[in-house]
């Protein structure tokens, strides 16, 4: 449903979220590394987050990304509408140029709740409330480090 960009994108804020603050900037190169993402393109989405005050950024040798207490109160529908827009939400999910409550594709009834619960906790939810979930309850938003066995 979402844009590689836009995973890359909500990674890189939550990872911020949980390692980075104002007196501990991270550069790009390591944030790709950690989340295993292509550290150009990163470094371009970083960017255009930077520039709708997503992402907090200093230059120089002490520098980097980082979130900051402002910067955690987004959501991550702040994240989406930058860089996806907001039309795969609002389109149907068939792709059909009609449907609606009024004229129902076959599985507008079924995906309907479901992108509705979605879009409550992407715009109700703050990165803060995000990146201490993930503290908390040891989800993984990198599997960098773990031992996938492949049969």
């Not at 995906?111 to 992407?122: I, S, Y």
Request: charged share 25%; aromatic share 10%; glycine share 6%.
């Amino acid at each position: 449903m979402l844009s590689n960009a836009c995973q890359y994108a909500i990674r890189s804020i939550l990872y911020l979220a949980i390692y980075s603050n104002e007196s501990n900037k991270i550069g790009v190169k390591k944030i790709a590394e950690e989340l295993e993402t292509p550290q150009p393109f990163l470094a371009k989405l970083l960017q255009q987050l930077a520039k709708k005050s997503l992402v907090s950024s200093t230059k120089g040798p002490n520098g980097g990304f980082y979130l900051s207490k402002k910067d955690k109160e987004n959501s991550i529908w702040d994240i989406v509408k930058c860089i996806d827009g907001t039309s795969k939400f609002d389109n149907c999910f068939l792709g059909l140029a009609t449907c609606g409550d009024e004229n129902p594709c076959p599985v507008h009834f079924i995906v309907g709740p479901f992108k509705e619960k979605l879009l409550d906790d992407f715009r109700d939810k703050t990165i803060s409330k995000f990146a201490k979930e993930i503290t908390v309850s040891g989800r993984v938003i990198s599997l960098k480090n773990f031992n996938v066995l492949e049969d």
